[in-house]
């Protein structure tokens, strides 16, 4: 069954949809109004299991529909990363939508610049991929609670970021549902002059980089992911928290359904202890794994954003991690789109992505 999607707003903000609905212009909207989220009262009931039937499973190997239609597709870092051109996401067919499906489960994030799709039209295509997150505390866009809102400024107060190392922001989207997010849309249409990258990272080249007995020792190891952060930070803010459940328990390496490659899935937004493990040997496993990540530059990339650029990535198989160098220049504002995806699993036969190219190479 999947995640509700709706909810009901009071007069004013379903005044503020309407208002939304017309403009179909979250930019503007931001630019006119700033901080201009909602933040309803409303309760959700828990989110219930369901099936996840990935689009990548229907996508043409060769990805043709992307390649022999776009202007150019290239690599931007050799594991991470690929950027086309000549595409927009708000005409793709359901053949190029499976075929970026696949795409982006192979590369991790898959960017695009001069991007016309606006917010509906970006839940739409983010239906393709999953049932769509509400986020459990986050504000929304009047009227749809399934948007998540980037938008910080000048007024952004910096105690939010004095008590944290940069480091610290590295995390995968609401890695404690149940069922967290598979493959995610970000547009960011409002930037400042210059700053307000994002980093993403390679959890199938971190687990590669790993050493035989690593990554031996943390196959099969399980890891506790929690929100509680982000329930007590909406509490301070007179907010609440929509859903009772927000902690879940994950496998430190899984398996991507399509790719069958194993990654490596914990991050320290998100990732709190190893079950079965004493609090020391857990902090000791994390913080390796946890700098493992940070500092392997080698398996990042980093996007510099233009307006109405878009990155679709996969929250399965990457961490991210935006750089809040900007908050004394101007504003930087977004939108995102996060459909969910299946349960995280280990397949014992599934190999790593080194194991796969290489093993292909041979049959060549």
Do not use: C
Request: glycine residues 6%.
């Amino acid at each position: 069954m999947a995640p509700p999607n709706t909810e009901t707003t009071s007069v004013q903000d379903s005044q503020l949809a309407q208002e939304l609905d017309q403009k179909l212009d979250l930019k503007q909207l931001a630019r006119e109004k700033g901080r201009y989220l909602v933040y309803p009262d409303t309760k959700y009931a828990e989110i219930e299991d369901f099936e996840h039937h990935d689009p990548g499973h229907r996508a043409d190997p060769k990805k043709a529909s992307l390649y022999d239609n776009a202007e150019k597709i290239f690599d931007v870092t050799p594991h991470i990363g690929t950027e086309i051109h000549g595409l927009q996401l708000n005409k793709l067919t359901d053949q190029q939508k499976d075929d970026l499906a696949l795409l982006v489960a192979e590369r991790g994030v898959v960017f695009f610049r001069k991007q016309d799709i606006n917010v509906h039209e970006a839940i739409e295509l983010g239906k393709h991929y999953g049932p769509l997150h509400v986020h459990n505390t986050f504000g929304h866009p009047p009227g749809l609670p399934e948007i998540h809102v980037v938008y910080f400024d000048t007024k952004t107060p910096k105690d939010l970021f004095n008590y944290r190392n940069a480091a610290d922001g590295w995390h995968s989207d609401v890695s404690y549902e149940k069922q967290p997010p598979g493959l995610t849309v970000l547009k960011i249409d409002l930037l400042p002059e210059v700053g307000g990258d994002t980093l993403w990272s390679s959890g199938y080249a971190a687990y590669d980089r790993l050493s035989p007995a690593w990554k031996k020792f943390v196959e099969g190891l399980e890891a506790v992911h929690s929100g509680e952060d982000q329930v007590v930070e909406a509490h301070k803010g007179g907010h609440v928290h929509r859903r009772e459940s927000y902690e879940a328990v994950h496998p430190v390496v899984r398996t991507h359904p399509v790719t069958g490659w194993k990654a490596l899935y914990v991050q320290p937004g998100f990732t709190r202890r190893i079950v079965g493990f004493t609090r020391r040997e857990s902090n000791a496993v994390l913080n390796f794994l946890f700098n493992h990540i940070e500092s392997g530059h080698d398996f990042q990339v980093r996007f510099r954003w233009e307006e109405d650029s878009v990155a679709v990535w996969d929250n399965r198989v990457t961490s991210h991690n935006a750089i809040f160098d900007y908050l004394d220049i101007s504003a930087r504002h977004g939108f995102r789109v996060t459909p969910q995806a299946e349960k995280p699993y280990l397949d014992p036969n599934s190999t790593s992505k080194h194991e796969s190219e290489l093993k292909a190479r041979q049959q060549q």
